[in-house]
C-alpha cells in the first residue's frame, strides 16, 4: 500500500530519532515505525505494526542496528520479508557490536545484505553500498556557526549514569544526545574540538568540520569513511589536540544520500 521506516523512534536519543529518511524526502512521510514495536503488550497497536509491515515496502534505518543483540530479531525478519520478495530497503545502517574484542574487526554482517533489494550502509568498507547517515540532510547543517569555545564535550546519554566522569568535564561546554537536535548542533557548532562517546556527535562534528576525538563505545566508530582521533576519557584533554577536521563531508554525504535516494524512489516506484 506504501512505504513504512522502521528505525529506532527514540525520542531520549537524538541521533536514533533523526537518522530515519522519511523526515527528509516527501514522498516516504508515509509511516514510520518503532522497530520494537514487537513488544507492545496492547493489542491494537501490535496489530498496527504487524499490519503496517504486512502491507507495505520497508525501509529499514538508520542506526546501528547491525551485530547487536537487541535488534537481530527484526532484522532476521526483514531478511526473510525481503527473500519472499517484500520490498526491503536498508538505509544508513551500520553494525554496532557491544564487545570490546570486536570493536575494530566486523568483517561481516550478522545477517545476509545481499537479499535485501537495495542495502546502504554506512560502514564504508563493510558489505553494501556505502550510504552514510541521512541527517546529512536536515537543514540545520546549512546554517553557519561561529566558533566561540576551544572545546566541547557530547555524551552519549549512557555517559549521564556516571557522576564523576560528568564531573570531569564540568568547566568545558558539554551536552548529551538526550537534548534537542537544535541544542546539540548548537553546541557543536561553537567548539573547535569536540570529544564524544556518541555516534553521531562523531558524524555530525565531522560534517560541520570539527576535529573530533572519539571515545568508543562499540565497533560503529570504526568504519567511518573519515576517521576522527581515537582516545579514553582519561586521555582525552590531552589527546583532543591530536584530532584533525576534513573539508567536504558534508556536501558528499548529501550527495549520497540524493543519489540513494532516486534509487529508492525507482525500486520502490514512488510518485
Not at 62 to 76: C, P, V
Not at 153 to 163: A, G, N, W
Not at 189 to 212: A, D, F, Q, R
Not at 226 to 251: C, H, M, R, V, W
Amino acid at each position: 500500500m506504501g512505504v513504512v521506516n522502521l528505525h529506532r523512534v527514540n525520542p531520549q536519543n537524538v541521533g536514533d530519532f533523526y537518522c530515519a529518511p522519511h523526515h527528509y524526502f516527501e514522498s516516504l512521510q508515509n509511516s514510520e515505525l518503532d522497530i520494537f514495536g514487537y513488544r507492545e503488550t496492547d493489542k491494537s497497536k501490535l496489530d498496527h505494526f504487524v499490519n503496517s509491515i504486512s502491507r507495505n515496502s520497508l525501509i529499514i534505518g538508520g542506526g546501528g542496528l547491525l551485530n547487536r543483540g537487541s535488534f537481530e530479531k527484526q532484522m532476521k525478519l526483514f531478511e526473510q520479508l525481503a527473500v519472499n520478495d517484500k520490498k526491503v530497503v536498508m538505509w544508513g545502517v551500520g553494525h554496532n557490536s557491544k564487545s570490546s574484542k570486536n570493536y575494530r574487526k566486523i568483517y561481516q554482517y550478522n545477517i545476509d545484505i545481499s537479499k535485501f533489494g537495495l542495502a546502504g550502509t554506512r560502514d564504508f568498507s563493510a558489505p553494501g553500498e556505502y550510504v552514510p547517515c541521512v541527517s546529512c540532510m536536515h537543514p540545520i547543517f546549512n546554517e553557519n556557526f561561529s566558533s566561540k569555545n576551544e572545546l566541547g564535550i557530547v555524551f552519549h546519554t549512557d555517559s549521564l549514569k556516571s557522576p564523576s566522569l560528568i564531573e570531569k568535564y564540568s568547566s568545558i561546554p558539554n551536552i548529551s544526545n538526550n537534548a534537542s537536535l537544535e541544542e546539540v548542533i548548537s553546541l557543536i557548532g561553537s567548539c573547535e574540538n569536540i570529544i564524544t562517546n556518541s555516534y553521531h556527535g562523531m558524524y555530525w562534528g565531522m560534517l560541520l568540520k570539527k576535529k573530533v576525538s572519539v571515545v568508543p563505545n562499540s565497533s560503529k566508530f570504526f568504519d567511518f569513511k573519515y576517521q576522527p582521533n581515537f582516545t579514553t576519557f582519561e586521555d582525552s584533554l590531552t589527546d583532543y589536540k591530536k584530532a584533525q577536521s576534513y573539508d567536504g563531508i558534508l556536501e558528499e554525504c548529501k550527495s549520497i544520500n540524493q543519489i540513494f535516494y532516486h534509487k529508492v524512489s525507482e525500486y520502490l516506484e514512488l510518485q
